[in-house]
């Protein structure tokens, strides 16, 4: 059987493409991997990839020069979450103070995961989460 070596890319539908990409870019540093006017790609850690595509702009297939990119597309507020270390969670919170990103919740799991919940530019619940939730991290 063929194995699967990870989850690559992650999707959000913003309104504001230009404003959603900054968020990122601004909270967590993340590159700029590809930019048109129907998504951004961003670099997460040089592992993962955040696509950001603008709502409402990818559900006709695409064109490529390699082939058709079948029609796709989302509603509504999502959530995504981001691993961080056990000894990264204070400054965490103060990086998101000092960038006006207020904390909706904090919240300390049974494994001893700690998870930090806010809301990104377009509504969407984005957590940090430590180590000990997940049997795989």
Same mark, same amino acid.
Do not use: C
């Given at each position: 059987?063929?194995?699967?070596?990870?989850?690559?890319?992650?999707?959000?539908?913003?309104? *504001?493409?230009?404003?959603?990409?900054?968020?990122?870019?601004?909270?967590?540093?993340?590159?700029?991997?590809?930019?048109?006017?129907?998504?951004?790609?961003?670099?997460? #850690?040089?592992?993962?990839?955040?696509?950001?595509?603008?709502?409402?702009?990818?559900?006709?297939?695409?064109?490529?020069?390699?082939? #058709?990119?079948?029609?796709?597309?989302?509603?509504?507020?999502?959530?995504?979450?981001?691993?961080?270390?056990?000894?990264?969670?204070?400054?965490?919170?103060?990086?998101?103070?000092? *960038?006006?990103?207020?904390?909706?919740?904090?919240?300390?799991?049974?494994?001893?995961?700690?998870?930090?919940?806010?809301?990104?530019? *377009?509504?969407?619940?984005?957590?940090?989460?430590?180590?000990?939730?997940?049997?795989?991290?």
């Amino acid at each position: 059987m063929p194995t699967i070596h990870g989850l690559l890319e992650t999707a959000l539908y913003v309104t *504001d493409l230009p404003g959603a990409a900054g968020f990122y870019r601004r909270l967590f540093g993340f590159g700029t991997l590809l930019e048109s006017e129907r998504l951004i790609a961003l670099d997460v #850690v040089g592992r993962n990839v955040l696509l950001l595509f603008k709502a409402g702009s990818t559900e006709a297939a695409f064109e490529t020069p390699g082939g #058709v990119i079948p029609g796709h597309s989302g509603s509504g507020t999502t959530h995504l979450a981001f691993s961080v270390g056990a000894d990264e969670v204070a400054p965490w919170q103060q990086r998101l103070e000092s *960038d006006g990103v207020a904390i909706e919740s904090t919240v300390t799991w049974p494994g001893g995961a700690k998870s930090l919940y806010f809301r990104d530019f *377009d509504n969407h619940l984005v957590e940090l989460i430590t180590p000990g939730f997940w049997s795989t991290y």
